[in-house]
Nanobody
């Protein structure tokens, strides 16, 4: 069974950085993508950044382009989200999720098959 475990959230001042990790296990093929979503109180879950396991292609939401970087260590089956220049509007619970296939730009949460438990990112204003 596929399992995802996020870590790396925490409290950071505006302008600071955090690196989130998503450790994945239970896959039987390499044809999947991992998306980082975030959800702030009272807001819809938003797809932030995605990476393809098979070819490394990536996707970024406009709101994080130039500030966030997604990467993967395939030997460790771990995906990272480096978040720089964090702002209060980035504050949310961050989740990683898996969708089988190769398309990295799919942002609808309902199309993802497995989810981690989430990690809180707090950026006080």
């Amino acid at each position: 069974e596929v399992q995802l475990v996020e870590s790396g959230g925490g409290l950071v001042q505006a302008g600071g950085s955090l690196r989130l990790s998503c450790a994945a296990s239970g896959f039987t093929s390499n044809t999947y993508v991992i998306m980082w979503f975030r959800q702030a109180p009272g807001k819809e879950r938003e797809g932030v950044s995605c990476i393809s396991r098979s070819d490394g292609s990536t996707y970024y939401a406009d709101s994080v382009k130039g500030r966030f970087t997604i990467s993967s260590d395939n030997a460790k089956n771990t995906v990272y989200l480096q978040m720089d220049s964090l702002q209060p509007e980035d504050m949310a619970v961050y989740y990683c999720a898996v969708r089988f296939g190769i398309v990295v730009g799919t942002t609808s949460p309902t199309l993802y098959d497995y989810w981690g438990q989430g990690t809180q990112v707090t950026v006080p204003s």
